[in-house]
Nanobody, 124 residues
Framework: QVQLVESGGGLVQAGGSLRLSCAAS????????MGWFRQAPGKEREFVAA????????TYAASVKGRFTISRDNAKNTVYLQMNRLKPEDTAVYYC?????????????????WGQGTQVTVSS
């Protein structure tokens, strides 16, 4: 059984930074791409960032490109999301997810395991 546990969320002022972590267990972490998604109140879940199985390829939503960085440490079975220059519109519950494949896609249908989410709140 795959388990994904996010941590690192919290309350931050606009312009600040947070680093989210997601610890994975249950299947060979290094064999799968990982992604981060978010869902704000009243909105659908949206793609934020993805990283390929070895970390060589990263993909970002246009709204976070240049501000967020996704990375992974396969030795620690952990994926990270460094979020800089945060804006109030980044407020959401952030979820990590493990893809069925290796490349890191933007569609949530490509991911078969999800964490429970961590709240990020950015005040203005």
């Amino acid at each position: 059984q795959v388990q994904l546990v996010e941590s690192g969320g919290g309350l931050v002022q606009a312009g600040g930074s947070l680093r989210l972590s997601c610890a994975a267990s249950g299947r060979t972490f290094s064999s799968y791409a990982m992604g981060w998604f978010r869902q704000a109140p009243g909105k659908e879940r949206e793609f934020v960032a993805a990283v390929s199985w070895r970390g060589g390829t990263t993909t970002y939503a246009a709204s976070v490109k240049g501000r967020f960085t996704i990375s992974r440490d396969n030795a620690k079975n952990t994926v990270y999301l460094q979020m800089n220059r945060l804006k109030p519109e980044d407020t959401a519950v952030y979820y990590c997810a493990q893809e069925k494949g290796r490349m890191g896609t933007t569609s949530n249908h490509a991911y078969d395991y999800w964490g429970q989410g961590t709240q990020v709140t950015v005040s203005s």
